[in-house]
């Protein structure tokens, strides 16, 4: 099914002379993003894991550390409608740049608080915080833009994919190396804010490589323009399929934001270190990121999207229950590992299928603005399983009734992804335009 306004002969007519040009340049262009969002997430996750050594620096209690995370998403929702607007008149450079040197900026502003007094480090590490927070929706929302305008249709899920793995490859690094660099050692905390701060610095040169959109597009859907960003807004609003999405993407996203925020808490109260909080993260996230990469091709040529979004989701709740029953007993660390792979393996690929059909179900309205408000539903998911999380926390510190907390929400995403049946607008109009003579390039 297309667009009621399509006129199928004309789109036919219009396909025989179309040209379609893939540029060497694109994988510049989103490596660009992908840093960018590295960067964030090495920001949003620094003290996942070292979360107690942490809270001895700053000389405050380990949830004020905790809420390091939350300050990221809440100042994420008032500058969600501003990035999305950037980002769709702007284009993709202006809303990199700004996204990867205002998050740069919040790296060095959280380092340059070991020269404050002790009693002006927090608000320094929490200013900084904010502003890492407040630059993140400007690149977290391009990749759907950069697929869609940049990436050929056989290509578009697995760059889509690589570049929303990113959160999760930043993620899975600092939570590895933070308890290396930290050893324990409260004083060792500035060193993990300057190495951070460097990384972020050095990735963030990559972002002068991004560049709006090629002369030539890569497909029928990327030469077509978009709705104006008000009317595409409008159309969003009205259209329930996408609202099935919201759901789906944002609390998938909460569930994992709050997994790894709360990571070292779950676990260390039953005598599990740091490094093993460490541990389980890089597993969850390494056996998504292989989950997601294989998929995003399989899918890419299949365009199995909604089967595979509606399995996946049961994978990840047997994933979420299985860390239930296993964290609270050190002696079941190995089933505890495999538990943790099996959500990841389940769960990462739901963002890149999310955002994908997300796309899809609202084409032709621009994909900063169906991207913008998917990662917004993370966001305001992420707030309310954390702040719920915390507050199932018991006088002990443990987070058993938490974990039984994500349990349900994976359990909640299970019954409304079903729903989602909405058709492919964009992947049915070039079906379209290549049963006709549509011709391929890709420049040297």
């Not at 667009?3 to 002969?9: A, G, K, R, V, Y």
């Not at 090495?42 to 070292?50: F, H, Q």
């Not at 400007?138 to 940049?150: G, Q």
């Amino acid at each position: 099914m297309l667009p009621e306004t399509l006129n199928l002969d004309e789109v036919i007519t219009s396909q025989k002379d179309h040209k379609a040009r893939l540029y060497p340049l694109r994988f510049a262009v989103g490596a660009g993003v992908f840093f960018a969002n590295i960067n964030s997430a090495i920001l949003w996750a620094t003290y996942a894991s070292v979360t107690p050594t942490t809270a001895k620096f700053y000389n405050c209690s380990e949830w004020t550390i905790n809420q390091l995370s939350l300050y990221v998403t809440l100042a994420f929702i008032p500058f969600a409608y501003p990035s999305m607007w950037v980002l769709d008149t702007w284009g993709l450079r202006a809303a990199t740049l700004i996204g990867t040197w205002g998050a740069v900026l919040g790296a060095l502003i959280r380092y340059l608080s070991f020269l404050a007094p002790t009693s002006g480090r927090l608000p320094m590490l929490f200013a900084g915080q904010i502003l890492v927070g407040i630059a993140n929706p400007f690149t977290l929302n391009s990749p759907p833009k950069v697929c869609a305008l940049w990436f050929g249709e056989r290509e578009r899920l697995t760059a889509n994919t690589v570049m929303s793995l990113a959160l999760y490859a930043g993620t899975a690094v600092v939570l590895a190396v933070a308890p290396a660099i930290v050893k324990g050692d409260p004083e060792n905390v500035n060193t993990l804010n300057l190495v951070t701060f460097i990384v972020c610095l050095v990735l963030g040169l990559t972002s002068f490589f991004v560049h709006d959109k090629p002369v030539t597009p890569p497909s029928k859907s990327a030469e077509e323009a978009s709705l104006p960003f008000m009317e595409g807004l409008k159309s969003i609003l009205t259209n329930w399929q996408f609202w099935i999405m919201f759901v789906v993407f944002g609390v998938v996203n909460g569930v994992f934001e709050t997994y790894v925020t709360l990571i070292s808490d779950y676990i260390v109260p039953y005598g599990y270190t740091e490094t093993d909080a460490g541990t389980l993260g890089v597993i969850t996230i390494a056996t998504g990121t292989v989950s997601s990469l294989l998929l995003g091709v399989l899918l890419d040529r299949s365009k199995q999207h909604r089967i595979y979004l509606k399995l996946l989701c049961g994978v990840m709740l047997l994933g979420v229950i299985g860390v239930y029953f296993t964290a609270s007993n050190v002696e079941r660390k190995s089933f505890l590992f495999l538990s943790t792979a099996v959500m990841g393996a389940g769960g990462f690929p739901l963002t890149p299928i999310a955002l994908e059909l997300g796309v899809e179900c609202t084409h032709p309205v621009g994909e900063g603005t169906s991207g913008t408000l998917l990662h917004l539903s993370a966001q305001i998911s992420g707030i309310v399983i954390l702040v719920v999380s915390n507050a199932l926390r018991t006088e002990n510190g443990e987070l058993g009734n938490a974990l039984i907390w994500l349990c349900a929400c994976s359990g909640l995403v299970c019954v409304v992804a079903p729903f989602y049946n909405a058709p492919n607008r964009r992947m049915e109009l070039e079906s379209l335009a290549n049963s006709s003579a549509t011709t391929f390039i890709t420049t040297d």
